[in-house]
């Protein structure tokens, strides 16, 4: 039986923004990282998009973006932010509201 | 050639910051783009002062600001301020301000791996180029210690934001909350190192006084001490209560005490200009008649007096002294006398010199009334209100306001001895003193001291009469006591009667003169008569001689004739007569 979350995860849609200022290590593993964990999990329904505030500073006040890299689950509501490079997989899980991926597994 | 390298290096540029206060105290305000650390506990007026900085900068110096706020909305900012008169909104549409919130909850952050603030110098940066922003302030900063874990990476960060603000050239206010045993509870002041200046928010006796304090400002000297500074609709004062060092001007010009026969006692000119003059005395000895004629006088002279009470209602004032036919109303319609009333405890004892500083500045009067200075004693130590008094004495000075302090006695106390150990501060000294005899008590008034002025030693009764305040002399009774009020009266209807006496005892001698006159004249008239008639008879008589001698002659004339031959005989004869 699946969890009723892990079920309506599978159906909604899930909009992401990824908040970076330039081409930093930081922002580039942060990238590479968040794309890997897309396709892992939410393959086909997600639209990520990369904002780099140094072409587009006016963009940061609105999101509330302090830390870089930023990254924004915009869908489904409520909106949650992560910041970081994304390389604490089980952070970014619990902080995107997915279930970890043994769990998925496991049931 | 080191002295001329010290010549040449120029005086640490100033971000004036327009409190007027602060300015005195910094010697021109906050180090021209470098950061200040403003810190304090919670509501003591950190992010007011702040904002002022920035307004102030906008409207008065021509240097926007960016206001980034971590802990109020922008709504709220604009809204708290607009109660103060600073209307933000207008302000960032001229695009002088820019505010910015900056919103940080734990809750909603998911920290996963590394990161860095630079979503935070992107948003600072893009505000400050967007206006061309020369002042910043950070309200306040410290918030990201509550929003983020990772302390390393913040104090990473936060020495790096430091540095680029730097690198900026903007001059910048960071706020940050008092901490337990450091300026800041995260040890900001470890990163602000040019100017750190403390707020506190202080209650003594029940009364709260914000103070302000730098600790220290790097290259540049500023006054040490606690300021106390003052919040209301206005914005903020703050009042640098330096030694201004006894450097004021000493005007010879006099001004009437409003009493011509207290002006008498004063050589008949009254106080001088920008002196300080103290009326002391018991409860209901006349002060604060004595000090409305004085603001009616000065009034009436066409000058401004700013009159505190501390005691009655302005209206309640005017009443009283109405019954002594002495009219303050007409006054403060022509707006010559504003009277300020309050109760000294409504603040504290710093706040009220602060309030005065305020009103003396708006008002600008040349005659300052206080009433009474005793009741600041419930709210500071003796040597606190002397302090304070000192300090108000040297500004009025300074500012050439004639002022006049009453101070009330208490009935045990020595009446030389005012509450308020102030008389060494002031120029004249008049003491009001309730005097006990005959089942009466009547007022009499000293004239203790007047610096420079020849002045009167006698102890004058003082009367409330419904024409005003009058001062009659003084009776010594015939075992030297002073009497007054009826008894004074009974010894002058004593010396009215006693004079009256000794006026008719001194006509009833003078017309017994005159009879003895008239009588004498008489006799002398009456002698003149009897001689009269003696002298007619003796002239008679001559006449009688006389003729009796001619005729004798005649005769013998006539026998000469007869006897011819004697005629030369008898010439020979008569010759020699």
Redesign the interface.
Known sequence: MKPKTDSSQDLEFWKLRL?V?GQTP?SL??FS?LKRLCEERLQGRYVLEVID??KT??L??DD???????LVRKLPVP???????????E??L??LDLQPASDRRTS | MKKQIRKQTPVLPKAPTGIQGLDQLTGGGLPQGRPTLLCGSAGCGKTLIAMEFLVRGATQFGEPGVFMAFEERIEELAQNFASLGHDLNALVAQKKLALDFVRVERSEIEEAGDYDLEGLFIRLGHLIDKIGAKRVVLDTIETLFSGLTNAAILRAELRRLFRWLKDKGVTAIITGERGEATLTRYGLEEYVADCVIMLDHRVSENMSTRRLRIVKYRGSSHGTGEYPFLIDEAGISLLPITSLGLKHPASTERVSSGLPDLDAMMGGRGYYRGSSVLVSGTAGSGKTSLSAHFAAAAAARGERCLWFAFEESANQIARNMRSIGLDLERPVRQGRLRFHAERPTMSGLEMHLVTIHKQVQEVQPQVVIIDPITNFNALGSDLEIKAMLTRLIDYFKQQQITALFTSLNSGGRAEEAPEVGVSSLMDTWLLLRDVESGAERNRVLHLLKSRGMAHSNQVREFLLTDRGVELRNVYLGPSGILLTGSARGALEAQEQAQALVREQEASGRTRALERKRAALEAQIAALRAEYGVEEAELQRGIAQGDARTAMLAGDRIEMGRQRQANVTATRKTRKPN
């Open positions: 908040y200022a930081k593993t942060a990282n505030l140094i500073p006016q940061a006040a509330q973006i302090l830390a870089i890299p930023t909106i949650r932010k992560i910041i970081g490079d994304l390389s604490n997989t952070r970014v619990v902080g």
